[in-house]
């Protein structure tokens, strides 16, 4: 049985940190031991916001016994509770997850080619929703995120901090393909949040309803709503 002294190592990429996390907070509540990241998965957007880039430094930072709190939110779904350290997704986010897993390879997940795929040839059709402190919309893609990164090491939220106790929310409404290309362009660079169409805000907590079920994409993984 772990204690608050302990340190529990986590080799893996998001999916793998946000199913210990879960695990962690299901099993010792809020006396719970530290977590040493160790990347080697296929989205590793934690750890790149951490400043670790590879095993070795993590290794290095495990020995020298440095860490740091960050923030981790609470996901209630009508699939049950669970925890996120990354991104919460739907819409066209959670599409592309799906995408980039059916075609995972032993050098992990496509999520930039997947994401062009979409993008090009997939479903960009906007979806009914509802968002807490927002009149109820459409989203072609909305994300809640824990950390400046998404899946490929996406900038989706550049401003995001680790430890300020809030969500960076970023939604896109209706739109042509033609535009959500554009988008990407400049999500690439981290540039798309002064984009015509697309809205940031920050929350400490957020409420969001579908008009009918929906997948979602919690730190890599997929659920549906």
């Known amino acids: 049985e772990l204690e608050e002294s302990d340190t529990l190592a ?3 990429g998001d999916g793998t940190i946000h199913q210990s996390v879960s695990g962690l ?3 010792c509540g809020r006396a719970l031991p530290r977590m040493a ?13 951490l400043g670790i880039r590879s095993e070795v430094e993590a290794m290095s930072a495990l020995l020298e016994g ?6 981790v939110a609470r996901l209630e779904t009508d699939a049950g509770i669970s925890h996120a350290i990354n991104v919460i997704g739907w819409g066209l986010p959670a599409r592309v997850t799906v995408r980039a897993c059916a075609k995972r390879t032993a050098r992990g997940m496509p999520y930039t080619r997947s994401a062009l795929i979409e993008l090009l040839f997939g479903d960009v059709s906007p979806l009914g929703v509802r968002v807490e402190g927002s009149a109820p919309a459409e989203d072609v893609l909305g994300l809640a995120c824990l950390t400046p990164q998404a899946g490929g090491g996406m900038p989706v939220a550049p401003d995001a901090l680790l430890d300020d106790g809030e969500l960076d929310l970023v939604r896109v409404g209706p739109t042509s393909r033609l535009r959500l290309l554009g988008l990407f362009a400049r999500l690439t660079q981290g540039k798309h949040l002064s984009a015509r169409g697309v809205e940031h805000r920050r929350a400490r907590t957020l409420g969001v309803e ?3 079920p929906q997948p979602l994409v919690v730190d890599g993984e997929t659920l549906t709503t």
């Not at 989205?43 to 790149?48: P, R």
């Open 10 to 12: 986590v080799l893996g």
């Open 25 to 27: 907070f299901d099993a």
């Open 37 to 49: 990241v160790l990347p080697c998965g296929s989205g590793n957007a934690l750890a790149s916001s």
């Open 66 to 71: 440095k860490s740091r709190s960050i923030d």
């Open 210 to 212: 579908f008009d009918s």
